[in-house]
C-alpha cells in the first residue's frame, strides 16, 4: 500500500509493492530487534544511522538544565552556542 501510487494515477505493480512493504516490515524487526537486545545487555542502542543522531540530539539531557532546575537548552543557532548559555548560567548565579 505505501509503495503503489507512481504519480499521475499510475499504480506499481504488486510484486513490486510487496517488495517494498516486506522490505519497510524487516527493516522495522531488525530495528526493534537490535533494540531489544541491547537493553536487555546493558547497552544503548545508540549505532542506528540517522534515527541515533536525531534522537541524541532531541533527548534532554541532565547538563540541559541549570542549578535551579530549569530547562535551557544548548542553542544551535548562533555560532557561539556554549559560550552564549555560560553567560546566561553566570548571570542566573548573580540574582
Known amino acids: 500500500a505505501v509503495f503503489s501510487l507512481v504519480?499521475?494515477?499510475k499504480f506499481l505493480p504488486q510484486g513490486v509493492t510487496e517488495?517494498?512493504?516486506?522490505?519497510?516490515?524487516v527493516t522495522l524487526l531488525a530495528t526493534l530487534g537490535y533494540c531489544t537486545v541491547s537493553?536487555?545487555?546493558?547497552?544503548?542502542?545508540?549505532?542506528?544511522p540517522i534515527i541515533s543522531e536525531a534522537?541524541?540530539?532531541?533527548?534532554?539531557?541532565?547538563d540541559m538544565f541549570d542549578v535551579q532546575g530549569r530547562f535551557?537548552?544548548?542553542r544551535t543557532d548562533s555560532p557561539n552556542a556554549e559560550t552564549d548559555d555560560d553567560d546566561e548560567r553566570k548571570k542566573d548565579k548573580k540574582d
Open 55 to 62: 534522537v541524541n540530539a532531541r533527548i534532554p539531557t541532565v
Open 7 to 9: 504519480g499521475g494515477g
Open 19 to 25: 517488495i517494498g512493504s516486506d522490505v519497510m516490515f
Open 72 to 74: 535551557t537548552p544548548k
Open 39 to 48: 537493553s536487555l545487555l546493558g547497552g544503548t542502542p545508540d549505532k542506528i
